[in-house]
């Protein structure tokens, strides 16, 4: 069963914007992960931030944790065409990994 | 290194037939995950093995499915008998410490069930 949920299910901006995703999960969590999907590929790791941190920066994404509210964000900056995919924030318990519905990302040249 | 691979990236078959899904994971990863994508349901987690064996298979819809691990680098991933309902990408991943590290996921099996 799926633990995350993304907000919003589709996300449509121009190229240069700021796109802003939010996952809510449920359960308690080891970490919070990020991938991204291409369409028709697989899954491709971006960031993990664990439950004892609050933000983490890896280039032109910024993510954070607010483990009391059980709820993460990701933020794209200065989006280019090329960020066109699906997001998803995946939950780590145990040793599992379950992610969420995800969000459809367009970026409009 | 070549990264998670699986076969085949295609499979079109009639409902009833037996299917076969295979999985290499990376070398040296101990972590191996099965999952299954759908417009409805999204991204379903099947089952996970732990240096061969299974750990959580809460996830396997039916009895029709089975997955084994015979060892550290092939996994397999069975429908018998199959179902239009089974129609849908099925990822196999591998990570070095499960949950705890990024997975790497491989291209998918896009299974057909006619």
């Known amino acids: 069963s799926q633990q995350g949920e993304e907000d919003p299910q589709a996300l449509s901006i121009q190229e240069g914007e700021n796109a802003t995703m939010n996952c809510s999960y449920k359960t308690s969590i080891n970490n919070l992960q990020w991938y991204r999907q291409n369409s028709g590929r697989g899954l491709v790791h971006l960031i993990l931030i664990r439950s004892n941190e609050r933000e983490k920066h890896s280039g032109r994404l910024r993510v954070t944790l607010d483990t009391s509210k059980k709820s993460s964000s990701l933020l794209i900056t200065a989006s280019r065409a090329a960020d066109t995919a699906s997001y998803f924030c995946a939950t780590a318990g145990n040793n599992d990994m379950r992610f969420g519905a995800g969000t459809r990302l367009t970026v409009k040249p | 290194d070549a990264g998670v691979i699986q076969s085949p990236r295609h499979e079109v078959t009639e409902m009833g037939q037996e299917v076969t899904l295979r999985c290499k994971p990376i070398s040296g990863h101990d972590y191996l995950f099965w999952y299954r994508q759908t417009m409805m349901r999204g991204l379903e987690l099947l089952i996970y093995?732990?240096?061969?064996?299974?750990?959580?298979d809460s996830g396997m819809p039916e009895d029709r499915f089975s997955a084994k691990m015979p060892n550290a680098s092939f996994s397999t991933l069975k429908i018998q008998p199959s179902e239009p309902r089974d129609s849908a990408v099925y990822f196999c991943?591998?990570?070095?410490?499960?949950?705890?590290?990024?997975?790497?996921f491989g291209s998918g099996t896009q299974l057909s069930v006619l």
């Open positions: 991943a591998s990570s070095s410490w499960g949950g705890n590290e990024k997975l790497f």
């Open positions: 093995f732990n240096n061969n064996v299974p750990i959580d």
